[in-house]
């Protein structure tokens, strides 16, 4: 998340404007609740430190000078908070009695709500290996490489100097890929491990990782890795945030007093505070983010990015494999068939769909004017950046206005056959506007080497047909309509933005005199007959990866 999207935001929200409070609050609580919990590792405790963190930081907003250091000033606020939770507890209960009948512990949750398979999976399980300093350490530098914050913030918020964090980060990489050891040599069938781990309740501590990982060093079975190890930041690089789970409530009264009397009652020191908690108490509803603040200031999840599929892919079935009757795409020149008779009403189709693979344009080609169509913004069920990397994570646009779809192809991670991304429910129309970044993916990056692979990695393989995506893919949306990744073969990920106009046309227009490989690609012929996404479908299908390339919008 970068601050300098938020600039306006929160200066708006200092001035006490209601709305802009509920946006950063809704915007925001997801990195705190992923820094938080990932610390704490889903211990009970772990509402109430979000709780503390969140009411501190709206409590004292007024007291922040520069808008561009909040992300800095949030986190450290946070592990303020960690740290002041450890000092208060003087006797630390296990998880499975502190929160027992809670569906998963943080890790866990990681792994199910985030869909990680093989080695990812590993460095989720791991951190219930490390002990309580480290894991505040490594919920940190998790959001570092997942692009989230910065190594400067990662040393302010941990209170020490970026030459200590760099001794304190590489001491923890090496733990991890102990716990990893560990966590990989319990998914195997060594049967002195199993001997081993017969007196072992199951709960892991600082005793029984050191006696694992004696094992493991001493065991020719357990310390064969059988494949390439990938070191964990390369695993975690563009991971998601884990999404607040479903009933998540979050209350910003002060003190057990209703948050008007609470600002009120610092009004003499910050005079902000009683402003902006007023107009928290006011009988409004803002929906953000799958979650609402409700009159009173309580933040309530009621739904998060939907369920993901099982681990285990049935075959599909015939309904959801089954395409709908062909229908003709209409040409821009087409002319409509008069109506029958004056009481039938015309079906009109919209849009082009684009199945064949368009040449790449000349590097020195100056790209077409981009139409300017309506804006009135767009909505986003992940907020200012969805970041999807693992198959079955969808996000939700609506509204009217751009969107940028960033494409991440990682054939160093698993190469071959893309499964492509989906664009289904959608209501209103959708056309592909346009395509930047500077460069197709399969742009020559080396000898032999493109953004679609190599020798070394191998390559990723789009289906036939399938139009080559660019860096950037700018989408026009009126109405609504959700984008899932499919990822089964290859492995790739998506970024989505709500972007703008003046966005998309400052990207196709930023070309080779700025050391890109080319200019951009208009697509968009300012018309109902511009072209549309190849894999988008008007209705939900069981399996969204089966969505037609020709598909009937």
């Known amino acids: 998340m970068d601050t300098r999207e938020w600039r306006d935001t929160i200066a708006a929200a200092q001035a006490g404007d209601r709305q802009a409070l509920d946006e950063l609050v809704a915007g925001w ?29 709206v409590g004292n907003l007024g007291s922040l000078r520069d808008p561009d250091s909040f992300r800095s000033w949030l986190v450290a606020i946070a592990m303020r908070q960690i740290r002041d939770r450890a000092r208060r507890r003087t006797a630390p209960a296990p998880l499975a009695e502190t929160a027992a009948g809670d569906a998963a512990d943080f890790a866990e949750l990681t792994v199910l709500r985030l869909q990680l398979e093989g080695q990812r999976r590993e460095v989720a399980e791991a951190v219930r290996w490390l002990d309580d300093e480290d894991r505040q350490l490594l919920s940190l530098w998790w959001l570092e490489v997942a692009g989230e914050l910065t190594r400067r913030e990662l040393a302010a918020a941990a209170g020490i100097s970026r030459q200590h964090a760099a001794v304190r980060v590489q001491r923890l990489k090496e733990r991890v890929e102990t716990a990893r050891g560990i966590v990989r040599a319990l998914d195997g069938a060594c049967p002195d491990l199993r001997e081993l781990t017969g007196r072992w309740d199951g709960r892991p501590d600082s005793v029984w990782r050191k006696r694992l990982a004696r094992h493991i060093r001493g065991c020719g079975y357990c310390g064969d890795t059988r494949e390439t190890v990938v070191p964990a930041e390369r695993l975690l690089v563009g991971i998601a ?65 939907e369920d993901p599929p099982p681990r285990a892919v049935s075959s599909p079935t015939a309904a959801s494999t089954a395409r709908p009757p062909a229908v003709p795409s209409p040409s821009p020149s087409a002319t409509p068939s008069p109506s029958p008779s004056p009481t039938q009403r015309k079906v009109e189709l919209y849009g082009t769909v684009v199945d ?86 399969d742009d020559p990056t080396g000898p032999d080497t493109t953004g679609m692979g190599g020798p070394d990695t191998g390559y990723t393989v789009l289906p036939t047909g399938t139009q080559q995506m660019w860096q950037n893919e700018y989408f026009y949306l009126d109405g609504s309509v959700d984008l899932t990744v499919n990822e089964r073969g290859a492995s790739y990920g998506l970024t989505v933005f709500p972007s703008s106009w003046t966005a998309a046309d400052q990207d196709i227009n930023h070309g080779p005199p700025q050391g890109a490989i080319r200019y951009g690609l208009v697509r968009d012929n300012g018309e109902d007959t511009a072209p549309v996404p190849q894999y988008v479908t008007r209705t939900t299908p069981a399996d969204r990866a089966t969505v037609a390339q020709r598909s009937r919008v």
Request: charged fraction near 15%; aromatic fraction near 4%.
């Open 356 to 441: 064949a693979v368009d040449a790449a344009p000349d590097p020195d080609a100056r790209p077409a004017a981009l139409p300017h169509r309506p804006e009135a913004g767009i909505t986003s069920s992940w907020g200012a950046k969805a970041v999807m990397q693992h198959r079955g994570e969808t996000v939700t646009l609506s509204g009217q206005g751009y969107v940028l779809v960033r494409w991440q192809i990682a054939p160093q991670d698993r190469s071959g056959s893309l499964a492509m991304p989906t664009w289904t429910a959608l209501k209103g129309k959708l056309f592909h506007v346009a395509s930047a970044g500077g460069r197709r993916m």
């Open 241 to 305: 945030l884990v999404p607040l789970p479903v009933g998540f409530t979050l209350s910003l009264a002060l003190g057990g007093k209703t948050a008007a009397a609470a600002g009120a009652a610092g009004a003499a020191s910050v005079g902000w505070s009683a402003k902006v908690m007023a107009a928290l108490t006011q009988p409004a509803v803002a929906v953000t983010a799958g979650a609402t603040i409700v009159a009173g200031g309580a933040y309530v999840v009621v739904q998060t990015p």
């Open 29 to 57: 609580l997801p990195l705190v609740y992923n820094i938080v919990g990932r610390a704490l590792n889903g211990h009970a405790d772990v509402d109430d430190v979000v709780q503390e963190t969140m009411l501190r930081a």
